[in-house]
Structures are given as C-alpha cells and as structure tokens.
C-alpha cells in the first residue's frame, strides 16, 4: 500500500534542553538554511526533531508499515515553516499556532502555503490511504474543506474529530480521538492519534488486508491479536 500521514509539529522537540530555540521574528526575517548555518543553532531532521508522544507513536508505526512492505510518505505540518517532509532538516525553533487567533492562524498558512503544499504534495500521486493526524488548529491551517473534493475517490482519507468531512465522502473516515477514547485505550489525548496509528500498522504486519475503509477504523481502535501477543512475551522476557 502507498500511505501519506500528515502529522504536525509538537511543542517537545529534541534539543530543547541544550540550544535556544528560534522565535517567529527570526523564521520571518531569514531563511531556513542561513537558520541552520548559525552559529548555535541546532538543527534536525523534522521526524527527529518533533518528540511529542504522538510523533514518537506515529515514528514507531511508520516503521512498522514500512517492514510490512508499505510504502510510507510522511509529512509534518509546522507553524513556523509549512508543510515539511520527514527528512528535511529544520533548525530548533518556536512557533505554535496554539498561540495564535483563528485570523492569525489562516494569515500564518497563508504566507506558509500550507493549502497548496498539501495539494500539490496529495493530488495526483495515487495514495492508497492518506492520514491527517492533526488537531483543531492544524486541520484549519489545511483547509481540509477545499483540499477533499480533489482528492481521488480511490484514496481512503482518515481525520480525527471531524464528523462534518466524513458525512461528506464515501471514501472519508473521521474516528473519535477524545477524552474518553484515550481512557478507553490507557492513554491520553495528544497520544491517542499516535496510538490509532500504531494500531493500524500492527495488523498491516500482521499481514491484514485493507479492503474497505471500515476495516482502517477497525484497525486503528484495537492493536493486532499477534502484534499483542509478541509485545507481552518481550516484557516478560
């Protein structure tokens, strides 16, 4: 299977504890590579750099889906840089939309051109599934409203806490990612979207097939039988 998951940045990022970080004015005012040539500025590749619990989970599941033979694209959407692919390398930095107004947040992705990016990067490349593995703010930053129409009616598209899209497309699922589920699954909400993720990929190890976009929500809610298996045994051991 061909597979795009779309994560985003997270507040946790390696280095934050040894280098200073670089603010919005700078991101605005210099490009990314003359940020990564300063002196003391740490960079890192963007699927080292993000470390929150998520995107370790959704790292983990990539490797995964990867050793069960999935091709598997990922992207980040960052609110300092844009749409940024998993090797690209990014200097450390501050910048979160949490801290931002609705207006600011669509001007930010604007000037990003976030919308277009995920376009160009979704339309036309034959994904058999493409993960948006986002919260509230990111999901506007990607006008998901104006990208989903173009999207084939032959990719499944998974969103989190987004009823409206998935009423909207056959070919579209929204699964529940809210307090109770992450209680539920003994975890806790900003996890939970990683957690779903690992989920699918223990059964495309398991060598379960994806027919149907019910089967991507039944993976995702329960890990495989034999993946769990194997987990138990090593903590055991």
Do not use: W
Not at 43 to 52: F, K
Not at 76 to 97: K, M, N, Q
Not at 172 to 189: C, D, E, H, M, W
């Amino acid at each position: 299977m061909r597979i795009l998951i779309v994560d985003q940045c997270s507040s946790a990022k390696k280095g934050t504890d040894r280098s200073d970080s670089i603010d919005r004015e700078s991101i605005s005012t210099e490009s990314r590579g003359d940020l990564i040539e300063k002196d003391g500025v740490a960079s890192y590749r963007a699927e080292d750099l993000y470390q929150g619990r998520q995107q370790q989970r959704i790292t983990e599941a990539k490797r995964l889906l990867k050793r069960a033979g999935d091709d598997v694209d990922r992207v980040f959407i960052s609110a300092g840089f844009g749409v940024v692919d998993s090797e690209e390398e990014l200097p450390l930095y501050d910048v979160t939309f949490a801290d931002m107004s609705a207006e600011e947040i669509d001007s930010r992705a604007e000037d990003l051109e976030i919308y277009e990016n995920l376009r160009e990067r979704i339309i036309g490349a034959n994904y058999d599934v493409v993960f948006f593995a986002l919260g509230s703010d990111y999901y506007r930053s990607a006008k998901l409203g104006e990208l989903l129409p173009d999207v084939s009616n032959e990719t499944f598209v998974v969103f989190f806490n987004q009823e409206e899209f998935e009423a909207e497309y056959d070919n579209g699922i929204s699964i529940a990612a809210r307090t109770p589920q992450a209680k539920a699954s003994g975890t806790i909400v900003i996890a939970l979207k990683g957690e779903y993720l690992h989920n699918f990929a223990t059964h495309r190890e398991a060598g379960h097939e994806v027919k149907s976009i019910d089967d991507i929500k039944a993976y995702c809610k329960d890990e495989a039988a034999s993946q769990a298996g194997i987990n138990d045994y090593s903590s055991n051991s």
